[in-house]
């Protein structure tokens, strides 16, 4: 036997339309009665599995010890490799898709320390199409895992050397400019860069001033980088030290991706500027609806 987990941390890009959470969940339930599922997300875009790894990596450091249940797969029922990877000195163990989208968070988590590939079937429910993994595969390996199977006993192991990586963006120094991605836009159109503030320090020294010239295709504004939404002046961008440590553009009380039509992907690049650098550019808020 292994450790007994009480906690299930769940994400995927199933949504809240159809039954497919509600459909794990109970096979959850009925497995492992006494186990607790916390719902991580269920928004993660369809099928974006880049996406599903950034939103784990910054849930990672908070999250519960126990069972992480990761599903974004849009490789389903295909060759891709159902994986549970154990991490933290047995603390927690990551199941899901080997297609990067656990990578970033099994970094977080101090890296694999087992890993096995979920090809034992008699762990798994029988299934009448192979299109719901999460159903059949990953909620049953789950369940067993918070009973106290050990992971050897799941399947074959593997080098977690071999697992898939993710696709992560690292941001750039060409000279005194900082080339970076937007890499999510929360719920409130805050959109989060892929740098912190040692980058921009690291990149320009630790007199560097304050502001940052930020160029967004041929849209160009002068932002300073400030610790809440509320110390951004009235109707101009800023960049807030967002509750993960990252830079995020945003506007107070207002959506600065559909204001500065930016999303994810999207090219940010990042230059010192002075306060009197004549870029600064009040964008027209439109009244929110009511």
Known sequence: MGRRYDTISFLSDYGAADEFVGVVKSVLRDLAPHATVVDLTHHVPPFDVRA????????????????????????VGTDR???????????GVMVGPDNGLLGPAVALAGG??????LDDDSF?????????????????????LCNGTDLGALGSP???????PSVIPLPRVEGATLVCEAVWVDHFGNVQLNVGP???EEAWGPDWGGRVRVRVGEHVRSMLVVDSYGAIAPGAPGLVVDSYGMLSIALDRFSAAEELGIGPTDLVVLQPAGADDGVTSPVSLRPSAG
């Open 158 to 164: 593997i080098d977690a050397a071999l697992l898939l």
């Open 52 to 75: 599903g790894a950034f939103a784990l990596a910054r849930c990672i450091p908070y999250v519960a010890e126990g069972v992480v249940l990761a599903v974004v797969d849009p490789g």
């Open 124 to 144: 798994h429910l029988a299934a009448p199409g192979a299109t719901f993994a999460g159903r059949d595969v990953f909620a049953p390996v789950a369940a067993h």
């Open 198 to 200: 040692d980058d921009l």
């Open 112 to 117: 694999a320390e087992r890993a096995v590939i």
């Open 81 to 91: 490799r159902a994986i549970a990877v154990e991490v933290s000195g047995g603390r």
